[in-house]
């Protein structure tokens, strides 16, 4: 695996991207004059470079120029044919999508499926790591709009790249300036080198519903955001992923749709063997209804209903007790003395990490997009994960625990 993070200082290994094919979008904006460089790193890691380029794009670099830089022929049009495919399909055939300076109009076009040209039907068509690496003036940046169109993207498994808070071509300081190429090398090597590579990864997520009658249910306020998170993380840095979850998702990898704490424990043992890490993010009601009604309870018939309650399984700390390879990781949301209880809770479940959460902070856990935890190890020992939102505390969940 590739060590990140000096890329700048060091000089990189030539075959850093060999057998990689990239592909570059470039849309209309004045950093697009830096893509140039961008592309000679590339070369010089031994990539196969191929350029698309929105019609504006072209007021700002020649074609000849990315040609020659590119030893590619380079594409606008979206009506020509390649090697007898149409070209937005030819062009897929590339490892990674790297979409550099992305403008504000190509990311809202992106995030609504629009391919009024050859770069963005490109995209539409492309299944493979898509990173997007915007650069626009500030109050662009901040347009509702933009960043509605952004996190739609960002929950589609797309790649973004913030940008920096910096001097801006408009001539104004503020955030907007797309980040350094040094930093997309980085990240493009980060995305295709994938952390998680060959690991097969099972969570659990939602809150489980435990039956009273056909219509009615006892549940909790779990939203689920964390496991969704933790899941498009793990698949994104390479994962084999197996989501068990309490709602359905049209995502690229597997989802299992689980109602009851019985069936999420019975799909979970299923498929434990061959998973390296199983993270247990759902809420699994502790008890279900003993005797579930079969015809819907009549209101009429008594004014008093008393359900006796039956314990649950505790799915968590049965697979600890099993000995399998998985590293398993366990979740805590505490009202109260959060790192107390936590410490107490991974004794007694027996996993090798647990997340604790503060559940009673109305702007972090439930339902919220952010989130603020401690990850404990068996050890006891604790690392802080300050607030962030639910993807970027998912990628340091995952870091930590294959570190
Ligand atoms: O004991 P508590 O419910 O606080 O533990 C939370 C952790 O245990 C979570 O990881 C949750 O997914 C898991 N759990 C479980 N089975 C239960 C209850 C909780 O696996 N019946």
């Known amino acids: 695996m590739f060590k990140l993070g000096n890329v700048k200082k060091s000089c990189y290994n030539k075959f850093m991207l060999s057998n990689k094919n990239i592909l570059i979008g470039i849309t209309g904006g004045i950093a697009a004059y830096k893509i140039c460089e961008l592309i000679r790193m590339y ?3 031994n990539a196969n470079v191929r350029v698309v380029l929105t019609p504006n794009a072209l007021n700002f670099v020649t074609k000849l120029t990315l040609q020659t830089l590119s030893n590619n022929e380079v594409y606008v049009e979206n009506f020509t044919i390649d090697e007898y495919k149409p070209e937005h399909i030819a062009l897929t055939e590339s490892d990674i999508f790297v979409i550099a300076p992305a403008s504000a109009n190509t990311i809202s076009k992106l995030a609504n499926g629009i391919c009024d040209n050859l ?7 492309f299944n ?3 990173l997007v690496v915007p ?3 500030t109050n662009m940046w901040n347009n509702n709009f933009v960043q509605e169109n952004l996190s739609k993207l960002t929950k589609c498994g797309y790649h973004i790249l913030e940008p920096d808070n910096g001097f801006l071509a408009c001539g104004t300081n503020g955030v907007g300036r797309m980040r350094e190429v040094e930093d997309i090398f980085e990240k493009t090597l980060e995305i295709l080198s994938g952390k998680l590579k060959g690991k097969k990864i099972l969570i659990t997520a939602g809150g489980t519903k435990e039956k009273i009658d056909p219509v009615r249910y006892i549940s909790n306020s779990s939203s689920g955001k964390m496991g969704l998170a933790l899941a498009d993380v793990a698949f994104s840095m390479g994962a084999d992923v197996t989501l068990i979850s309490t709602f359905k998702v049209e995502k690229p990898y597997k989802n299992v749709l689980t109602e009851t704490a019985l069936e999420m424990e019975k799909v979970v043992k299923e498929n434990i063997e061959e998973q390296d890490c199983v993270i247990m993010t759902a809420a699994v009601a502790d008890y279900r209804v003993k ?3 079969e015809q819907k309870i009549k209101k009429e018939k008594c ?3 008393t359900l006796e309650l039956i314990k649950n399984p505790d799915i968590l700390k049965e697979i600890s007790s099993l000995k399998t390879k998985a590293i398993i990781v366990g979740f805590c949301a505490e009202s109260e003395n959060l790192l107390e209880n936590a410490k107490i809770k991974i004794q007694n479940k027996g996993c090798d990490y647990l997340v604790a959460n503060d559940i009673s902070r109305k702007d972090i856990g439930f339902n919220s997009e952010e989130n603020e935890v401690y990850i404990l190890d068996k050890n ?7 607030k962030n939102t ?3 505390i998912a990628k340091q969940i995952l870091e930590r625990v294959f570190e």
């Open 43 to 45: 070369k010089k890691a």
């Open 119 to 125: 770069l963005l039907s490109t995209a539409c068509a």
């Open 128 to 130: 493979k790591p898509v």
């Open 135 to 137: 650069a626009m003036n």
């Open 291 to 293: 005797e579930v009604s």
């Open 303 to 305: 004014d008093n209903l």
């Open 380 to 386: 006891l020992n604790i690392e802080h994960i300050e």
């Open 390 to 392: 639910k993807l970027n």
